[in-house]
């Protein structure tokens, strides 16, 4: 199924979406115990520090930043009668699943060398997989309203992955606090069978014959996207924002939940609370993008997010239900965060057809990846060794200062940075009607030519 910029678009069937979509179950299981449980876990089980758990994983993310635009670059320039983008993807199988079990299950003495050696090799086989696939996305439909349709049932997979993961420790019977080790080693297991299947049925299922028109001076234009002023740059400087919104409170997560509202063996429900809000609300999200588009939509769910983390702080043991609250509502309002921005980056990807003449999604997708990347990096780069700098203990014993310090560190930030993603965003000049006139006038060029 050739798919040409201005060509109408055709709906895409269930078979091809969900194909499409199931990879990003076994991806999002992996990532969301990287993200919450595997700091958490080294600073607990191992002798490392906050900081140092928190350097080794930042250095780690620099590393795999620039990994993000040398894959982008590669697949757009990749010739294979496979497909482009399905190459890279079958190509990281094995070194992700290597990855996942060596940093889930690590020996007794493991120290940074190996936290580092592990992280930045499940970041640079994740980083090979993931860029290819969201370009592969956003090449399978031309039309505004399918590509947040794509992006919807690859973050639904992705939400029941993550929450397949929370539910590990349930089904292998493992306590909340005594069981990371078993949780992660079962997690590893699910991301890699899981894996294996969904790689193979995208492979098969999915069409990957879009073709690609890329400038002769490849720095040179990459340059150009991020230094003049153009939607693709305030776009992406928004998502870094909001992501690094997300990032932080994320990474402490279990700390606030264990060390604030001291409800540690609640941490795997409330996990499963965010995730399961924010994948009942993907679809309201995209319904409500039909209506109001996709980043006006996306403002909104900013928006209520900030509305209800400007608790946080405030929480105590005593008002540990009003946190349940909160949490139903920001996993409802991050449904948006998952769903909508990669789909207006998609959106894109015409609007650089028509202004430049090429076509260059691996190159957009990679960028976006390395912003979502220094958001995580960022988060847990700082807001770790800031916990260290107040004398907070993961294992127990802090003050009460600590104990506010880590509130504050929960909560304030996140809005901050949410805030100013929305003030980036606003003027953004892509909506349904500009991105219609965009096809429109791509369809004459190539009729013309």
């Known amino acids: 199924m050739t798919q040409h910029i201005g060509a109408s678009a055709p709906t895409l069937t269930r078979g091809v979406l969900f194909a499409y979509g199931s990879l990003?179950?076994?991806?999002?299981?992996?990532?969301?115990?990287?993200?919450?449980?595997?700091?958490?876990?080294?600073?607990?089980?191992?002798?490392?520090?906050?900081?140092?758990?928190?350097?080794?994983?930042?250095?780690?993310?620099?590393?795999?930043?620039?990994?993000?635009?040398?894959?982008?670059?590669?697949?757009?320039?990749?010739?294979?009668?496979?497909?482009?983008?399905?190459?890279?993807?079958?190509?990281?199988?094995?070194?992700?699943?290597?990855?996942?079990?060596?940093?889930?299950?690590?020996?007794?003495?493991?120290?940074?060398?190996?936290?580092?050696?592990?992280?930045?090799?499940?970041?640079?086989?994740?980083?090979?997989?993931?860029?290819?696939?969201?370009?592969w996305g956003a090449e399978l439909t031309p039309d505004y309203h399918q590509k947040a349709r794509v992006t919807g049932v690859r973050v639904a997979f992705g939400l029941a992955g993550t929450l397949a993961a929370l539910l590990v420790p349930v089904v292998v019977g493992t306590e909340a606090g005594q069981g990371y080790g078993?949780?992660?080693?079962?997690?590893?297991?699910?991301?890699?069978?899981?894996?294996?299947?969904?790689?193979?049925?995208?492979?098969?299922?999915?069409?990957?014959?879009?073709?690609?028109?890329?400038?002769e001076n490849t720095v040179s234009a990459v340059r150009e996207l991020?230094?003049?002023?153009?939607?693709?740059?305030?776009?992406?400087?928004?998502?870094?924002?909001?992501?690094?919104?997300?990032?932080?409170?994320?990474?402490?997560?279990l700390l606030f939940v264990t060390h604030v509202i001291e409800r540690e063996t609640m941490a795997g429900q409330l996990l499963f609370l965010y995730f399961i809000t924010a994948a009942i609300s993907v679809?309201?999200?995209?319904?409500?993008?039909?209506?109001?588009?996709?980043?006006?939509?996306?403002?909104?769910?900013?928006i209520l997010?900030?509305?209800?983390?400007?608790?946080t702080p405030w929480l105590s043991p005593d008002t540990a239900w009003l946190f349940v609250v909160i949490v139903a509502c920001t996993g409802f309002a991050t449904g948006a965060d998952l769903a909508l921005p990669s789909a207006i980056n998609g959106d894109i990807i015409e609007w650089d057809a028509l202004k430049?003449?090429?076509?260059?999604?691996?190159?957009?997708?990679?960028?976006?990846?390395?912003?979502?990347?220094?958001?995580?990096?960022?988060?847990?780069?700082?807001?770790?060794?800031?916990?260290?700098?107040?004398?907070f203990d993961a294992n127990g014993g802090n003050t009460q200062s600590s104990i506010t310090a880590l509130a504050f560190l929960y909560g304030v930030p996140c809005i901050g940075f949410k805030l100013a993603a929305l003030w980036v965003m606003r003027n953004y000049p892509i909506t349904e009607s500009e991105h219609q006139k965009i096809r429109a006038e791509l369809q004459r060029r190539e009729a013309a030519s």
């Open 356 to 391: 430049t003449g090429y076509k260059r999604p691996g190159l957009f997708f990679a960028l976006w990846g390395t912003a979502a990347k220094l958001a995580y990096g960022l988060a847990i780069g700082v807001a770790f060794p800031l916990l260290d700098l107040f004398g």
């Open 283 to 302: 679809p309201f999200w995209v319904w409500l993008a039909k209506r109001l588009g996709k980043h006006q939509t996306w403002s909104v769910a900013i």
């Open 305 to 311: 997010a900030c509305v209800f983390f400007i608790w």
């Open 24 to 135: 990003g179950f076994p991806l999002a299981a992996a990532f969301i115990a990287l993200q919450v449980i595997v700091p958490t876990f080294y600073a607990e089980y191992t002798d490392m520090s906050l900081s140092v758990i928190g350097v080794m994983l930042l250095v780690a993310r620099l590393f795999d930043m620039a990994t993000d635009p040398i894959v982008g670059l590669w697949s757009d320039r990749t010739q294979s009668s496979i497909g482009r983008r399905k190459i890279f993807v079958l190509a990281a199988l094995i070194p992700i699943g290597v990855s996942i079990w060596a940093l889930f299950n690590p020996p007794q003495d493991a120290g940074a060398v190996y936290l580092l050696f592990w992280t930045i090799a499940i970041y640079v086989a994740g980083t090979v997989s993931i860029v290819p696939l969201s370009a």
């Open 182 to 215: 078993e949780t992660l080693k079962a997690i590893a297991v699910l991301a890699i069978v899981t894996l294996a299947i969904s790689t193979v049925w995208a492979a098969f299922k999915v069409p990957d014959t879009s073709d690609t028109q890329l400038p």
């Open 226 to 253: 991020l230094v003049t002023k153009n939607p693709f740059r305030q776009l992406l400087v928004s998502f870094l924002l909001n992501a690094v919104g997300n990032a932080i409170p994320a990474t402490l997560f």
